[in-house]
């Protein structure tokens, strides 16, 4: 019984490797047969991978039965040890009676000798019942295989299946009777056959298991419906982004900086100067990001210009450039690839040609299972309805249509003046912001101090709202009032962005002029600290400063960056402030002090805030350009916008689920997908443009960050081009980007562009062509249809129609302007029958006849 | 799920998911809400068949206009009553399901907008559909001048061979087209 069982739990260990095995070895064999097929090879190692899961738990259900067989074999040791305690006890009595009466000896010994035998009978039996146990466990197990999977099929389900095994059958069969050689039939057979296995489901269930916070959407989808829902997927699309971002900048950048740059306190870029030691622990100033921030990775200052560093020679200030470079490449890839795809989802729906039946059949959102939804749904279909009908109609009277464009135009002036306010204020407080920088922080208060970031996030917060104060005197439809309302907003952040960037412009100006004095000031405190030690001693030691006593230069592009880091941390809080007062706070006075009011709280003036899309999105938007603005000069952004996303995540998912009621009006997600992704192509281009002008025209500090001491970033390039690779190399990149080539390209490219244009525009013209054949052929195909009963119908009211001529009006139908085609077919119809047929002249015929009919005179 | 789920063993599950667009994930939530639905006596779970208004009593389907066509379209009861078994619960995820082909999806939508089930969305049927959209009330509800108007519309702009009703391929060409059927036309547990 031991013996058996070990070999099972053996051969259950073996099969399990030789599973295995054998799977790797058919790959290695297939691989090398068929070289070509390499694909197939990593799908095999992909299908291994996904078969050691599989096999475990099939193991661990075998298992079970393993372990219930070791259980049975302990108890048969059990067994054992009592017979053989009973056998030593009969010993120790055999002893003693042996020498009371040796008598008794043959009878005892032959007592012992039934027990034994008992004993092993006993054994027996058990492992015979035993056998009989696993026999019946295993025909219920089939019983239950027969019994259950028929009864649980419909007939439905149980012919879809036989149709698959029909399938089988069939490709089996069409192999066998191709004429290729048996290795491609295996190979074919053996794909069809996976494509219908249990390991796609597997891998499936794995993707969808992978895909971070689905059923958190989910559960907002069934209660909002799919246009709440579109802005939590673009959030995790945005996340997802962030993360490769994050990954580039922190996997090439800072961890390699950290590992294998000089540490800190080296030189004295990486060492907080001697005026600051004293305050750069304090968390104001860390809140500011100055101090022991300001001296590390997470900025650019921090990062020294050696070519190469550490014993990988990792070229830090290459890998610097290219992964800013490449974050910005990346974003425009996958943004332009987003589009096209949603372009091409949405592409087909745009003519206008079934408004009325699309309304009609696919406007319920089957996703809605709210009630509050559902009625603001049918609200807003019921409404829609009514406005189609109407413009249907045409009867849309503009009595007073001189106020509306009065009320019109005085509204874009006042969200004119209100930009032009707000870009000023943001001009004016950066500007004294700088006068206080110069004057030093420490004196001023904390307003101050954080003037500038808090005045964009008020006017961000503010400006939409008296912008949807100033729409209602436009009177537009909801949905232009929509789009107006967004391109305002949008108006204003870029306004507000780019008048910060002028600002800031103007202090990197500042700050240069700042640093050519500085540098003319180290040159004389060399001079002076070299003249005065020459003449303490002649010896020609190394002078040692500390790095901290090092006079430096203002590192302009550590302050852009830390303007921006500030800008995000501000937006942030204000994001999450605004969202806790605005829609938990109110969402809770709303619900406790209802009961002790004058009037209904819920329905009336306060009630609960609606979840804003557009506004989100566009906030999102916003955020992302300024991270694409600021990772230059600041590595640490991406990771702090990682971590931003991440608690919006899951605080916004908590607020819409706890405090806000559904929108009144429900806008469709699909329609405004693409114009999201539009307006971040925008802003990514916008942001860009500032990063392109600095790094291009602007030379960089002489004395921090990874170009210090170059003329320009870009020379990095050249550097490496020259130093690290052949001369033919640098040769031929010189040649390659000489405007001869690049010239030709771009132009080479704007015509390829032009030409799929112009195909793509063709293509729509001949597809509105063949819809318009398509209406007519059915056309004719239905007088064809009628004209064998209309003929006969002719025939019986003319008794006598030989020889005669007669005719036969045919339904006319406002599709069919060409007449001449269904002439030509009814002649041919007439003409397979062996009837003449001739048609009246179309001047014969008044227009009131027309109108109505189509003339077709037949003579027999 | 423990006690629930063992009664759906791995071999059912690989094949339903076969014949569904469900993945592993879901079908098992689907047994779970199917077996709240089952009263407490009832021990073989899968052929029961749970009356209509049991089912409609779910959160997701209770909102829809269309909740009672959609439990008769996708019951198989001989007595047409609208009640479902498991077997017809998952039918129905599974048409509402993310990946379901637009095929499959307009077929059964325009199953659910035929309200007297004989194969073509005529007046009487495209008029029902309207009073369900706008949610059956008084004050919602159109005008039979607007009512008249708008189902012309419609018929002029779908009803492609002029015999006054939508048939399948005609439905199925005007849905194709639509930008958001196919997000809008989803059941999620």
């Known amino acids: 019984m031991l013996h058996k069982n070990s070999t099972l739990s053996y051969c259950l260990q073996s099969t399990k490797i030789h599973c295995l095995l054998l799977v790797f070895a058919h790959t290695v064999r297939e691989f090398f047969f068929y070289r070509k097929e390499y694909k197939l090879f990593y799908q095999k190692i992909l299908l291994i991978c996904l078969f050691i899961p599989f096999l475990n738990e099939s193991m661990s259900f075998l298992g079970d039965e393993q372990f219930e067989g070791g259980n049975k074999e302990k108890r048969h040791r059990e067994k054992r040890r009592d017979g053989s305690k009973d056998r030593r006890k009969r010993a120790n009595a055999k002893r003693r009676e042996r020498s009371r009466a040796d008598r008794e000896n043959e009878e005892f010994e032959e007592r012992l000798g039934k027990r034994e035998k008992g004993r092993r009978g006993r054994v027996k039996n058990d492992q015979e019942a035993k056998k009989r146990d696993e026999q019946d466990s295993e025909d219920k197990e089939n019983s239950e295989d027969k019994e259950v999977k028929p009864e649980s099929l419909s007939p439905d389900e149980l012919e879809k299946l036989k149709e698959a095994v029909d399938e089988k059958k069939k490709l089996i069969q069409s192999l066998r009777g191709k004429p290729w050689p048996m290795k491609k039939k295996l190979v074919t057979l053996q794909e069809t056959l996976r494509i219908q296995s249990h390991d796609d489901q597997d891998f499936e269930n794995f993707k969808t298991a992978c895909i971070p916070w689905e059923m958190k959407i989910k559960e907002i989808e069934s209660h909002f419906g799919s246009s709440v829902a579109s802005y939590f997927i673009f959030l995790r699309w945005m996340y997802g982004i962030n993360m490769i971002l994050f990954g580039l900048t922190f996997g090439l950048v800072m961890v390699p900086e950290a590992l294998m740059g000089r540490p800190y306190g080296s030189i004295p870029r990486k060492t907080v100067p001697r005026a600051e030691e004293a305050s750069a622990m304090d968390f104001a100033v860390l809140w500011d990001f100055g101090g022991y921030a300001q001296y590390s990775v997470l900025f650019y200052g921090f990062y020294s210009n050696q070519r190469a560093i550490g014993w990988l020679k990792f070229r830090m200030p290459l890998s610097y450039f290219l992964v800013g470079v490449g974050t910005v490449a990346y974003s425009y890839m996958v943004v332009i690839r987003t589009m096209a795809r949603n372009a091409n989802e949405s592409g087909v729906g745009d003519d206008n040609s079934f408004n009325f039946s699309w309304k009609m059949f696919t406007s319920w959102d089957y996703l809605i299972g709210n009630p509050e939804t559902a009625d603001n749904k049918f609200a807003s279909i019921t409404t829609c309805f009514k406005e189609a009908i109407l413009e249907e109609q045409e009867s849309r009277k503009d009595d007073n249509i001189h106020l509306t464009r009065f009320l019109r135009v005085l509204a874009n002036f006042l969200v004119l003046c209100c930009l032009a306010g707000s870009g000023y204020l943001i001009y004016f407080v950066v500007r004294r912001s700088q006068k206080f920088a110069l004057d030093g922080f420490e004196n001023h208060t904390w307003w101050e101090r954080n003037e500038v970031n808090m005045v964009m996030s008020l006017l961000g917060m503010f400006c939409p709202m008296l912008f949807d104060v100033i729409s209602t005197l436009e009177n537009y439809h909801p949905r232009v009032a929509l789009q107006w309302q967004l391109g305002r907003i949008f108006a204003l952040f870029l306004g507000n962005l780019y008048t910060f960037i002028i600002a800031l412009m103007d202090e990197i100006n500042v700050k240069r002029e700042e640093e050519n004095i500085v540098k003319f000031n180290i040159t004389m405190w060399e001079a002076s600290l070299y003249n005065g030690t020459v003449s303490e001693n002649f010896t020609a030691s190394p002078i040692t400063i500390h790095p901290a006593d090092v006079p430096r230069g203002p590192c302009w592009e550590t302050m852009v960056g830390q303007e921006f880091v500030r800008l995000i941390i501000s937006d942030t809080m204000t994001t999450y402030i605004t969202l806790l007062i605005g829609d938990f706070l109110r969402a809770v006075l709303v619900r406790f002090l209802n009961h002790c009011w004058c009037w209904d709280l819920e329905a009336g003036f306060p009630s609960y805030s609606e979840f804003d899309v557009s506004g989100n999105v566009l906030g999102l938007i916003f955020n992302q350009g300024m991270i694409w603005m600021g990772a230059f000069y600041a590595p640490c952004l991406p990771a702090l916008n990682v971590l931003r996303l991440h608690v919006s995540m899951y605080l916004q998912c908590w607020a819409v689920m706890c405090c806000n009621v559904p929108q009144e009006r429900v806008f469709k997600a699909s329609g405004s997908n693409n114009f999201y992704m539009a307006m971040l192509l925008v802003i990514l281009f916008l942001s860009t443009l500032p990063n392109i002008y600095t790094i291009v025209t602007i030379p960089p500090s002489f004395d921090c960050g990874p170009f210090s001491g170059k003329n320009r970033m870009f020379d990095v390039i050249h550097e490496t081009l020259e130093s690290d690779f052949p001369a033919w190399f640098s040769k031929v990149f010189s040649y390659a980007s000489n405007p001869g080539l690049v010239l030709p390209f771009i132009l080479l490219m704007v015509l390829a562009i032009y030409y799929l244009q112009s195909t793509s525009k063709s293509y729509k013209e001949a597809n509105v062509e063949l819809k318009k054949k398509l209406q007519m052929v059915i056309q004719i195909m239905k007088i064809i249809l009628l004209l064998p009963t209309t003929v006969n119908n002719w025939r019986n009211n003319n008794a006598s129609f030989q020889g005669q001529e007669g005719e036969i009006l045919l339904p006319k139908s406002r599709q069919l302007e060409n007449e001449s085609y269904s002439c030509l077919i009814i002649q041919t119809y007439c003409l397979r029958r062996k009837e003449r047929v001739t048609f009246f002249s179309k001047k014969t015929y008044d227009n009131e006849v027309k109108k109505k009919s189509f003339p077709v005179v037949f003579s027999f | ?189």
């Open chain 2, 1 to 189: 799920m423990g006690t629930t789920a063992s009664q759906l063993d791995k071999g059912m599950l690989s094949e339903y998911q076969e014949l569904t667009f469900l993945t592993k994930q879901e079908i098992l939530l689907a047994y779970k809400r199917f077996s709240e639905l089952l009263p407490k006596e009832e021990t073989n779970g899968l052929s029961y068949r749970i009356p209509m208004n049991a089912i409609l009593e779910l959160p997701e389907l209770k909102t829809n206009p269309f909740n009672k066509r959609i439990c008769m379209v996708f019951s198989t009861s001989d007595s047409h009553d609208g009640s479902l078994s498991f077997d017809d619960f998952l039918d129905l995820l599974s048409a509402f399901s993310d990946s379901a082909t637009l095929e499959i999806k307009s077929h059964y939508a325009f199953r659910i907008f035929d309200f007297d089930d004989d194969g073509t969305l005529g007046r009487q049927d495209l008029e029902k559909l309207v009073n369900c959209l706008t949610g059956g009330t008084v004050d919602t509800s159109l005008t039979p001048e607007e009512m008249k108007q708008l189902i012309d519309n419609i018929l002029e702009e779908s009803d492609i061979d002029k015999d006054g009703t939508v048939n399948l391929s005609e439905f199925q060409h005007v849905i194709s087209r639509s930008p958001d059927f196919v997000s809008s036309f989803k059941i999620v547990l």
